[in-house]
């Protein structure tokens, strides 16, 4: 029997015809921590949520009404690719660093259109996504080019 699947709108997630729509915030994952070290020399500790799983990542700050300022969420997709995001169904703005598998930081997209079902692009393929309350990135003076320093990420890439 050919399995149906229904595009969710986050990257390539797919989840099955019939799966429960969500209609409210999933429950808080598992945290653990990161560190931005800025290009300047100063660095910044967040205790972010740990999206592994696809449910997890399609879901994502649905619904939540606010994100802590040393919070967030960050997306382990696995593998270097492009990230596409967007804004569905999230009610407070935000901040999005896509990252290298080197814990370089890409790219960013500040204060995201809450809501807004237009896609947010990595551009370039990289192997996670984080999502910082808006105006984070501005304020901690967080660019592209600073590093994320969590396991995850390679410190010496080959």
Known sequence: MIRRTL???????LLPVGARAQDGPQPELRKERILIATARGKNHSFMVEMAIQPVEQSIGLMFRPRVPA?????????????????MRNTIVSLD????????????IVERTIPQ?????DS?????ATL???????????ITVGDRVVHPMFLVNPR
């Open 7 to 13: 595009l969710l709108g986050i990257g390539s997630l």
């Open 70 to 86: 040393d919070g967030g969420m960050l997306f382990d997709w696995g593998r270097p690719r492009v990230s596409q995001m967007w």
């Open 96 to 107: 999005m660093v896509f990252i290298g598998e080197d814990g370089l930081i890409r790219t």
């Open 116 to 120: 807004s079902l237009a896609v947010i």
């Open 123 to 127: 551009k370039v393929p990289v192997r």
């Open 131 to 141: 999502e910082l309350a808006a105006g984070t990135c501005q304020r901690l003076d």
